[in-house]
């Protein structure tokens, strides 16, 4: 047990046994990994499905794609209401089970309707991890600590998109240069490499299936359905006995005249209304900042830049590198500077970028270029609006109402997710490369505006301070 000696505004001090809090959050964040990781091995698989199925319109392309967004939405939609009624950790182990079947199902389809069905249940387990890793990992940790566990869970994401990046280059890395499409789709590449890509995504998910026996249930969510003495039991473990103590009595103050049922429309409370805005916005923006375009249809991207088959799945690896790399800098600062300055450097970093990378394809500049462009544009949204999104989304809502409120901020952030990656081969084809990344420039420059103006600093406050600040 080390005894915490911290500044920050929480008045709930204690012996934090670190190596406790850290395993468990790093468990819970394994929903993460399989996140990240499920979310990308389509984006290697992709050349190689598409010819097996013979995907030959952008419509099916774009369907391919963008289908798992289907059910991430019906995961986050329910994610609320299921974890408030049977806890936070059910639901993960049920997502956990859900990411090992869906893996195994999309590797063995034998025809397209067969795949997007798999992919769309998979979606699910993707809504169900999005939601309730990082929400779990904040109602477990210390206040001084909270920024930098929930990045845990932008780390395990960032994990999770790499090792299945690398893993698509390995399975792949002997395809000969140049390779034709009827070669790709009559060979082992089209006919069997892409399912190994799905199917060894169930390894992880075993893993993360038998982790989350290991560790409790959300204190906050016991003490909030009448179970407090087993909440205090586990916040004893985190800080020692006198934490858990404060803790639950302040959490029970929250709480003072309500029961454990959630009704969504109290969201529209006025005193939850502005918060619930905030939440929304800041979801929707991080997928419409543009990001993940890059990620899901990176082969487009990188051969309008002038680049060949092999060398875009070596580029795909070196941006998951990249995301890696720079998402360590935001754990480290992420509580230190503060959620808010990181969300503004990375809205208008990304906006600079993004008109670089527009005049590049305006001036048909390819190669090395656009290739720093394309990491630069990762590494600031590492570093910014991909974990510390997360963690505001999972600080600012009360603790009565939070799984409801998550739920549907993580609603938001899939719709959005899903405009985002059916619109961009339409986008692409209206406005050109050039004129599509500029209109995400755009919006990152009104998520500036909006950031400026309505995001408060959070950093080293209880859940319950900032309730009490937020929804007066």
Not at 16 to 31: D, E, K, M, P, R
Not at 78 to 99: P, T
Not at 114 to 142: C, D, H, K, Q, T
Not at 180 to 191: A, H, L, M, N
Request: include cysteine; glycine fraction near 8%; proline fraction near 3%.
């Amino acid at each position: 047990m080390i005894t915490a000696t911290s500044s920050d505004s929480s008045q709930l001090k204690a012996e934090y046994n670190f190596t406790y809090i850290w395993i468990i959050s790093l468990v819970a964040a394994l929903g993460g990994l399989l996140f990240g990781w499920d979310w990308v091995v389509i984006g290697g698989a992709k050349p190689f499905f598409e010819r097996y199925f013979d995907l030959t319109s952008e419509a099916l392309k774009g369907w391919a794609n963008s289908c798992a967004l289907i059910g991430c939405l019906v995961g986050a939609l329910v994610a609320g209401a299921l974890s408030d009624r049977f806890g936070r950790k059910r639901l993960l182990v049920a997502a956990a089970l859900l990411f090992a079947v869906t893996s195994l199902g999309n590797a063995l389809a034998d025809n397209f309707t067969i795949f997007v069905l798999w992919r769309m249940l998979g979606g699910v387990a993707i809504g169900l991890a999005s939601n309730l890793s990082p929400m779990y990992i904040a109602e477990v940790a210390p206040a001084q600590l909270r920024g930098r566990l929930v990045s845990i869970n932008q780390l395990t994401i960032v994990l999770g998109i790499l090792f299945a990046q690398y893993l698509n280059w390995y399975i792949v890395r002997n395809l000969p240069a140049g390779a034709t499409d009827e070669f790709i789709r009559t060979s082992w590449f089209g006919q069997s490499a892409w399912r190994w890509m799905f199917g060894l995504t169930a390894v992880p998910s075993l893993l993360f299936f038998l982790g989350m026996f290991l560790v409790p249930e959300s204190p906050r969510w016991l003490a909030k359905n009448g179970r407090p003495e087993q909440a205090r039991a586990v916040l004893a473990k985190i800080g020692g006995q006198n934490y858990a103590n404060a803790a639950v009595t302040e959490i029970e103050a929250t709480l003072v005249n309500e029961d454990a049922k959630v009704n969504f429309r109290e969201l529209l409370d006025p005193k939850l209304r502005k918060v619930l805005v905030l939440g929304v916005t800041l979801a929707v923006f991080q997928q419409w900042c543009g990001i993940n375009v890059i990620f899901n249809y990176a082969e487009e991207i990188f051969r309008a830049a002038g680049y060949d088959i092999s060398t875009v799945l070596k580029n795909i690896a070196w941006t998951g590198s990249v995301n890696l790399a720079f998402t360590f800098v935001a754990l480290g600062v992420v509580d230190k500077g503060g959620r808010r300055p990181l969300m503004l450097f990375g809205a208008a970093a990304l906006a600079v970028i993004y008109l670089a990378m527009g005049f590049c394809y305006q001036a048909h500049v390819q190669g090395l270029p656009m290739l720093l462009l394309v990491l630069a544009a990762i590494g600031c949204y590492a570093m910014s609006l991909a974990p510390v999104t997360w963690v505001v989304i999972s600080e600012v809502f009360p603790n009565r109402i939070r799984g409801a409120a998550i739920a549907v901020a993580v609603t938001a952030l899939w719709i959005a997710c899903f405009i985002l990656t059916y619109t961009f081969p339409i986008l692409n084809r209206v406005l050109g490369a050039a004129g599509t990344f500029w209109l995400y420039g755009a919006i990152c420059i009104a998520g500036f505006l909006f950031i400026k103006v309505k995001l408060p600093e959070t950093k080293g406050k209880s859940l319950e301070q900032l309730e009490n600040e937020l929804t007066k």
